[in-house]
């Protein structure tokens, strides 16, 4: 038992060079850096620092995978059977791969362990199953002519991916881009490379053939930037903050690359005073609190109607008080540390912030522990929509409540943000609820749940919290190219 705890607390790091055309190699110039374990803030280990060399070699083998290799030539359902194979080796290696992502990630292993693996082996398999079923259709004409269309892969794929969710990240780019049979080029955060590298060894034993998956570690203004102007990439995909996405867009507009961003947000979490009120303090807490506040869709403007507002803070702050951070290797640890000093010092900012503009702090505000990047869990009551806690995106463990009244002018204050990525609602009137889904201006809208993913349901941004969609048909079909194929059938 003692050994098993060391091993899982300890996980072996077994690749932490650029993977290209199926095999390990440093980067060209030679370069590494460093990546941390953000509950101790010591070095895992060196990781190659790619560069426009490496980002090089892997597109000139993603594009012969892609143009004459074994991927272009293989059977769609084969396609599909290699991603089962790969769902299937991830699952009888579950433990350790939650206990590798924990560590470079700092996620508390409870939810690596059952919530990211189990998402990112789901994902992998839907997207197998569809590999077969990618079809265009029949389309009648004008004249003596039979139309069709083909969907056919968009090509390389460059895909640019954060560190919030690395493993599951990595499923929700590559299960649609192989499904559709386009190769990769992947570039993982600077955080967080290590899962990300782990699963492309995987791929491999999985069947996936050399060069129809590459990865190059490295930094954004470099490998990031190399992936994004590269001429032999024909789309980007990237998850990560609009000011990348945007310095993305200027980047790829010399090749006008096809692009997919998933983005940040401000979601509004909407309480009525109909709710249930434990559901719905349980709901926002997690809606907000779930991976250290880490979360693209976080409820981070939570919206109380007036007449539950005293009873609904009193929860909250219950419920943020008694969450247990520390140790993410610990079974019964809830939050463990940022993602790095970074993001530590911006949360930080933001909590004087709401203070100095006035909002009441209620439960946490301050660092805990004295080692890694941890953050009590923190809630401001009477923020207001001007501040800038219920602006700008925080990314941490950081929860402001608004009240409101009047719920025509709550459909106003929601949507006055330049996000757009998820909403929520609390209610039992079902009129409401669906009143309120039809006017939020965001791409995913929960109602009387919070967070509920599946490989099925698209998933995006309005606004700037995005381009296109991820997961779902939606998500395929961002990495299919359509063709119209006219034949005269005058003989
Ligand atoms: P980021 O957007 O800079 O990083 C995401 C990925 O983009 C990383 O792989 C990075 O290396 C790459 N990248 C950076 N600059 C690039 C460039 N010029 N060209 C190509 N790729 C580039 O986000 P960062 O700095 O890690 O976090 C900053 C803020 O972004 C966070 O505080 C949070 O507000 C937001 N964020 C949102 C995420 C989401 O899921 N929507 C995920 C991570 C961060
Ligand atoms: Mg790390």
Known sequence: MATMTESIRHPKVQHSECFIDGKWRPAISGKTFTTLNPATEEVICEVAEGDWADVDAAVKAARHALESGPWSRMDA?????????????????????????????????????????????????????????????????????????RRE????????????????????????????????????AEQTPLSCLRMAQLAKEAGIPDGVINVVPGFGPTAGASVVRHPGVDKIAFTGEHRTAQIIMRDAAETLKRLTFELGGKSPNVVLPDADLDRAARGAYIGLFLNQGQCCCAGSRVFVHKDVHTEFVGRVQELAKNRRVGDPFAPETEQGPQIDQAQFDKIMSYIEKGTQEGAECIAGGARAHDRGYFVQPTVFDRVTDDMAIAKEEIFGPVMSVLTFDDWDDLIRRANQTFYGLAAAVWTRDIAKAHDFARKVRAGTVWVNCYDVFDAAAPFGGFKMSGQGRELGEEGLKAYTESKTVTVSLDS
């Open 153 to 188: 892969p968009v090509g390389v794929a460059g895909q640019i991916i954060p560190w919030n969710f690395p493993m599951l990240m990595v499923a929700w780019k590559w299960g649609p881009a192989l499904a559709a049979g386009c190769t990769i080029v992947m570039k993982p």
């Open 77 to 149: 359902r084969d396609r599909g059977r290699c991603l089962y194979r790969l769902a299937d080796l991830i699952e009888s290696q579950i433990d350790e791969l939650a206990a590798l992502e924990t560590l470079d990630n700092g996620k508390p292993i409870r939810e690596s362990r059952n919530a990211d693996l189990p998402l990112v082996i789901d994902c992998l398999r839907y997207y197998a199953g569809y590999a077969d079923k990618i079809h265009g259709s029949t389309i009648p004409v004008r004249g003596n002519y039979f139309t069709y269309t």
